[in-house]
């Protein structure tokens, strides 16, 4: 499971907050970045984890949930 974010606004301040949890970020396409947790294996912890940051109903983001392909692992 992965979650790309686009960030429309301030991405230090987001990308801080992520880092800052746990979370390994990578630049994407369209300035939107992937980030992914070891403690997140599905959408649902995604959601809390985000939600607990401030960053789920945040409108400065755009995210989309990706789940795992096959072989892809949870990692």
Do not use: K
Not at 36 to 58: F, I, K, Y
């Amino acid at each position: 499971m992965h979650v790309r974010i686009q960030l429309l606004r301030r991405p230090e301040t987001f990308l801080a907050a992520l880092r800052g949890d746990g979370w390994a970020v990578e630049c994407g396409h369209d300035g939107a970045v992937c980030a992914r947790h070891p403690q997140v294996p599905d959408e649902g912890s995604a959601r809390s984890r985000l939600h607990g940051l401030g960053l789920l109903t945040s409108g400065s983001l755009r995210i989309e949930f990706c789940h795992a392909r096959p072989g892809e692992g949870a990692g």
